[in-house]
């Protein structure tokens, strides 16, 4: 069983502080309790209303928001919040009764758009609501065993790769179809998918730090055996490159840095990988950022597959 961890993430309400989890909490539904009385369907829920300064308990997908009482300051609980949350979730405490049906769940209608982006073979099919916690790409059908969704689209002729992030799905086609001719029903099937409450992947949790999955398997770059300067890569792709790139359909990985070259390798996936300006961005763009922020220590950035 994978082992659960928390990020505390404030919100725009000073009341409100969310327990965002590695992994699924729930798939498909949302729930609010308001007391313990009302929580009957959540165990996790009613044992948090055991702390006298909990007001609301919210619990979605991969995160359980917590609205206190006035009496306490979040600093001075919420580190105690978040280990009694991991105590109880990883010691397999139920989060849901699927069986209590006495209160029901929330279900946000999906919707699902298509866009296109900077490469003509992609398209970008946005949902609105989280899909997966960690970036997964695919390559083929032999990388989805424990992805239906993926395995589902394979089976569409003209889908040549598949990436998915948080609330996406960049389809690399072949060139055997025109989008004109596809978009409408792949952002059909992928609405009626999620609708109908299927899996989107079957494994999941969120990678450890700058650990992510290509062809199905996971990536891993461990920031403790990195010298000062990759690290330094990474945050730089992280904070200000993987945003931008994302809005792209795409993603960007650390692959290696070469201290004697002074040269960058990083993995393009997604939208990114093979996009006729990628080559163009990431001399233009990525190349001249690594320079001015790293002066004298990045030179040159290469992608390896794309």
Same mark, same amino acid.
């Given at each position: 069983m994978n082992t659960y961890t928390i990020n505390i993430e404030p919100t725009s309400n000073p009341a409100i502080v969310k327990f965002e989890t590695n992994q699924f909490l729930t798939r498909?539904?949302?729930? =609010?309790?308001?007391?313990?009385? @009302?929580?009957?369907?959540?165990? *996790?829920?009613?044992? &948090?209303?055991?702390?006298?300064? /909990?007001?609301?308990?919210?619990?979605?997908?991969?995160?359980?928001?917590?609205?206190?009482?006035?009496?306490? =300051?979040?600093?001075?609980?919420? @580190?105690?919040?978040?280990?009694? *949350?991991?105590?109880? &979730?990883?010691?397999?405490?139920? /989060?849901?009764?699927?069986?209590?049906?006495?209160?029901?769940?929330?279900?946000?209608?999906?919707?699902?758009?298509?866009?296109?982006?900077?490469?003509?073979?992609?398209?970008?099919?946005?949902?609105?609501?989280?899909?997966?916690?960690?970036?997964?790409?695919?390559k083929n059908i032999d990388a989805t065993a424990n992805a239906p969704l993926a395995r589902e689209l394979f089976n569409f002729p003209y889908v040549k790769e598949i990436f998915i992030d948080e609330n996406y799905i960049s389809v690399n086609k072949f060139d055997i179809a025109d989008w004109n001719e596809i978009s409408m029903e792949l952002r059909e099937f992928i609405t009626k998918y999620i609708q109908d409450g299927k899996d989107i992947v079957l494994k999941e949790t969120l990678k450890k730090e700058h650990e992510e999955t290509v062809d199905g398997k996971e990536s891993t770059v461990s920031t403790e055996n990195l010298d000062p300067i990759s690290t330094q890569v990474i945050e730089?792709?992280?904070?200000?490159?993987?945003?931008?790139?994302?809005?792209?359909?795409?993603?960007?990985?650390?692959?290696?840095?070469?201290?004697?070259?002074?040269?960058?390798?990083?993995?393009?996936?997604?939208?990114?990988?093979?996009?006729?300006?990628?080559?163009?961005?990431?001399?233009?763009?990525?190349?001249?950022?690594?320079?001015?922020?790293?002066?004298?220590?990045?030179?040159y950035v290469e992608a390896i597959n794309g």
């Open positions: 498909h539904e949302s729930f =609010e309790f308001g007391n313990i009385e @009302e929580a009957k369907k959540s165990p *996790l829920a009613q044992q &948090l209303f055991h702390l006298p300064f /909990v007001k609301t308990v919210f619990i979605a997908q991969n995160f359980i928001a917590i609205e206190k009482y006035n009496i306490i =300051e979040w600093a001075d609980v919420q @580190e105690e919040v978040t280990e009694q *949350l991991l105590d109880y &979730l990883n010691t397999g405490g139920l /989060v849901i009764n699927t069986e209590d049906t006495s209160t029901p769940s929330k279900k946000v209608p999906v919707t699902v758009y298509a866009e296109t982006t900077p490469n003509p073979s992609v398209m970008r099919f946005v949902a609105n609501k989280k899909l997966v916690i960690a970036p997964t790409e695919f730089i792709l992280e904070e200000y490159i993987k945003p931008a790139v994302a809005s792209d359909g795409g993603n960007i990985m650390f692959d290696s840095y070469d201290e004697e070259t002074k040269t960058v390798k990083v993995i393009l996936q997604g939208a990114c990988s093979g996009c006729p300006s990628s080559t163009a961005t990431l001399k233009n763009g990525i190349e001249t950022m690594m320079r001015d922020m790293l002066k004298g220590k990045v030179e």
